[in-house]
Structures are given as C-alpha cells and as structure tokens.
C-alpha cells in the first residue's frame, strides 16, 4: 500500500534539489557567458583575415611572428596605424610557405620572422581508454540511472525505478484510509446498494456463508446510463468493506504491442491475490470486453488475448480468498458472452436515472459540501426530471459559481433553478439586441405556449416564461414542471403536448398577422 508523503508545516511537500538538473544549468550558463558576455571583456581580439592578406603581409615585411596550429595560422603584424595586431587564417597546404618565410623581412630586432608549429600531444593509451570509453559509460549509466528514479512510469504501477516494466499493470491501490466514500454517499440508486450491500457483508463475515457452503460472487457488472455514479458506487463498496481497492481503466490494458495488455491482466490479478481480500474495479470494460466476431477486416489480436486473459483469470482465481471484480460499462450489448456467464460476472446491477426522491437524496448529498439556505428541494428535483447523478452534481456546482458571482454567501433555490435553466438552454445573452417588433413576436408566442398549457386539464403546470435570449439559441422559452413523478404518458397527455408546442405558432398567427422561424 502506498504511504502518503511527510509533508511540511505548510502543508505541501519539500521540493528535493536535483543535483543533475543544476549541473546542466550551470553548464548553459557557462556556455552563455563564454560565448556572449567574456569576449566584450577582452582587451586582445584576433581579427579574421584570408590566406592571400597573410601571403601580401609577409611580402610587405609586416608580419613578425607566426603560430600554425591544427589547420590555423595565428601571426601578429604591424597595421596601417603602425600598432601591432593579431590575425588568424586557414592553413592552406603551400609547400612554399616556410621558404617563404625564412626570405621574408620582419620588423623584429633581428629582421626575422619567428614561426613555430604546435604539435598535437598525444595522451598515453592508459589515459585515452579511460576517458573515450570508461568515463562516457559511466556517465551515461547514472544519467540513465537518474532518469529511471526520477520518471514515474504508469504501466510500472507508478513506481519510478523500473521504466522499461512494460509488463506492469498501471492500477491504482487506494489504502483503507484513503477510500473515504460510503454508501451515505451514493443517493438515488438504492437497489443497487441493495445489491452490492451483501458482498460487503460477505467480505467482513465470510464464515456466515461459507458455513452453508455458500461462496462469494467473483463479479459483479454495473450497468447503465453516463454519470448515474457507476465508479462512485463501486469506491462505496471498498469503502464500506474497508479493504484494498484496485481501479484500473479498460483502457489501460489496450497496448501497442502484442501480448503486453495480457501481462498487465496476469500483473493485477497476481497482486489482488496478494492483497486479498479486496475489490478490481474496471471501468469502461467494453475497451477489451467487446464481443468477438469474424467480421470483415479481421479482429484486434491484441484486444482478444488481452480478454482471453481476463476471462482466464477470473475462472482461475479462488473466490474464498475475497477478491471482488467490479466492472463498469454503459454498453452491455456490446460484451462478449464469454463474459458475462455465470462464474465471471455473476450479477448485474442495473444503474438508472434517479427517480423524484432520488433526486432529492442526490440534491441532499451535494448541498453538504457548499453553503446553502432555504433551498426548496421538491422544486429543483421536479425541475430537473430526467437529469443523472453527474448532471445534478454539476447544476449544484454552477449554482455555487452563481452565488459568488451574486456577492452571496449561500447557495438559494434561485441560484439552482438559474443553473438548470443554464444546463438545459444554455446561459443569458443580456447583451444581443432584437427590435421591438420581434420581441413583440417572441412575447406573443410564449404567451401562446402558455395559456394552451394553462387551459389543459392534463398538462404540466407552467413554472417560468421568459423572453430572455439563451446561448442555445432559444430568443425565449416556457417552462413546464409536472407536479410529481410521472412514468406513463396517455393518449390525451400526448395530444396535449402537441397542443401546447403549437400554441407558439397560433398565437403569431392570431395576434401578429405572421408566421416566423
């Protein structure tokens, strides 16, 4: 299990000093300053000239000494201010050059030119070996050692020693203490607590089942829409059974190269068998569980061993010891049979829309974590019918985000009936301008939405109309919230309905004498 770090006195964990990253700098640094600040500093500068300037500088008698070293020629000469210079040129092979400077006039004391050639120094064999070969190695050995500490891998299961662990699977274990959800926590999907509340009390009393001879399920596939709180469900259940939990994306297992997405599968089996008893979780398991066919094109041969595996290993490992595998996907159709048998995924828990009720609980669990006061719960869960977990979640977020921008402390109803307004046709666009004459028209025709939907007997009663233009590009809409859950629609509710959307374009004809888009 992972430990968390030693953090500070503020709170936040110590930086380390990087002793290869601050030899790098101060290498850049010294390079800058020698390429870019020393040479404005020196008083002798080497001014660049050609072979032929040299050739005419000894003829005239200027030149006084002369230096060739590995393919240049460094001589000091008398310049046209009579002051001595230093010049530089490329060696160019002339096999007259040394005659041509033992003729040549200088104006040294002697009337001589004096030339030397610097020969190369040749390091004894005992030192070239050393440093061509054993110190590059050496070097390159810890920078690669450096480099293996200090980069987490995540097919290594975060562990930054073993980069080249390809074979590693990339799950994250969550310690007792860490996993802090519990089921108070999962609102509005109580059949499938219902569900996944024995496998708990298996895992803390095994011997109540086993004394019958009855053994744990080895999976358990919750199905059902985006955001109805799959994953979050699924760390309730490690965290009301306190024991490790492991979650790994179906995702994670799809690799590049044949046989690794395997390795990873046999990787996190054999380390729940270490850990058990405990909890798999695979989310989106439709990445590798999808159903095997031979459709035109061939298969992913990758993606079916990777199943091949997974199926291998739920048959293989003893459901006694307590490892629990947890899967979710939002695609059941998709899956292969394989999968789904009995003594895989032994059970299915469905995950549906929250009812009205679920919706208040749903509302109940995210108002704890802001402030909030005299929020009218049976009107914001009737207003958001149809709306998951997530999207619940994220209106009681932007009703937060609503409140500050306000200069408000707490959270209202208002601001919650603001953010479903936001959700469902998008924020108010103050600024756009409409003339009179269509905010005449868009008045008139929700006016018609609603006074059709008003004279029914078996409609929705109408909550809001508004002729404020939305970032959808709604000019303006009426709202309608049944007054309690509703699961069946009649033939009159149906003709209604039809009614009611028509009543827009009958009160333009009507009232305005036209018909717009």
Do not use: W
Not at 122 to 143: C, D
Not at 219 to 243: Q, Y
Not at 408 to 413: F, K
Not at 445 to 470: C, F, L, N, W, Y
């Amino acid at each position: 299990m992972k430990t968390e770090p030693q953090n500070n006195e503020a709170g936040t964990e110590k930086p380390r000093y990087n002793p290869y990253l601050g030899f790098l700098i101060a290498i850049v640094i010294v390079m800058l300053l020698n390429t870019l600040v020393f040479p404005l500093f020196m008083g002798d500068k080497v001014v660049n000239t050609d072979y032929g300037t040299f050739i005419s500088m000894v003829d005239e008698g200027k030149v006084k000494k002369v230096n060739i070293n590995e393919g240049r020629i460094y001589f000091s000469a008398i310049d046209k201010d009579n002051t001595e210079a230093s010049y530089q040129t490329g060696a160019v092979n002339d096999p007259d050059l040394v005659d041509r400077l033992l003729m040549a006039e200088s104006p040294n004391e002697t009337g001589k030119i004096v030339f030397t050639k610097t020969v190369p120094r040749q390091n004894s064999p005992v030192i070239n070996v050393p440093l061509r070969s054993v110190l590059p190695g050496r070097l390159f050995y810890l920078i690669g050692r450096k480099m293996r500490r200090m980069v987490p891998n995540r097919m290594a299961g975060g562990e930054g020693d073993n980069v080249m662990a390809l074979g590693k699977s990339g799950e994250k274990i969550y310690a007792e203490s860490e996993i802090k959800t519990t089921f108070a926590d999962v609102a509005g999907q109580d059949e499938a607590k219902e569900g996944l509340t024995e496998i708990v009390d298996f895992l803390h009393n095994p011997d109540t089942y086993t004394r019958i001879g009855a053994s744990l399920p080895k999976g358990a596939l919750l199905v059902g829409p985006p955001g109805t709180g799959k994953t979050r469900i699924a760390r309730a259940v490690a965290g009301e059974a306190k024991v490790p939990f492991f979650s790994i994306s179906g995702s994670e297992f799809v690799q590049m190269f044949v046989g690794m997405g395997a390795a990873k599968v046999r990787d996190l089996f054999k380390q729940a068998g270490e850990k058990a008893p405990c909890i798999i979780f695979i989310d989106e398991i439709d990445a590798i569980g999808k159903r095997r066919d031979n459709s035109l094109g061939g298969g992913n041969d990758e993606r079916e061993q990777t199943l091949n595996q997974l199926l291998t290993e739920m048959d293989g490992f003893d459901a006694k010891k307590g490892v629990v595998i947890l899967a979710a996907t939002n695609r059941p159709e998709s899956l292969d049979k394989a999968l789904l048998r009995p003594g895989r995924f032994d059970r299915r828990i469905q995950m549906e829309l929250p009812d009205l009720q679920g919706r208040k609980d749903i509302f109940e669990v995210h108002l704890r974590k802001v402030k909030h006061e005299d929020v009218n719960l049976d009107l914001v869960a009737r207003a958001t019918s149809g709306s998951s977990g997530a999207e619940i979640a994220n209106i009681v977020n932007e009703a937060a985000l609503r409140a500050v921008r306000m200069g408000r402390d707490a959270v209202t109803t208002s601001d919650i009936e603001e953010s479903v307004e936001v959700v469902i046709a998008g924020a108010q666009k103050k600024g756009k301008v409409i003339s009179d004459n269509e905010k005449r028209i868009i008045a008139y025709h929700e006016i018609g939405h609603a006074m059709v939907a008003a004279k029914q007997s078996d409609s929705a009663p109408v909550h809001k109309i508004t002729i404020i233009p939305r970032t959808s590009g709604a000019l303006g809409y009426t709202m309608q919230v049944d007054a309690g859950e509703q699961n069946l629609m009649s033939r009159q509710e149906m003709l209604n309905r039809i009614a009611t959307l028509t009543g827009g374009r009958a009160a333009e004809e009507v009232i305005c004498k036209t018909v717009t888009t």
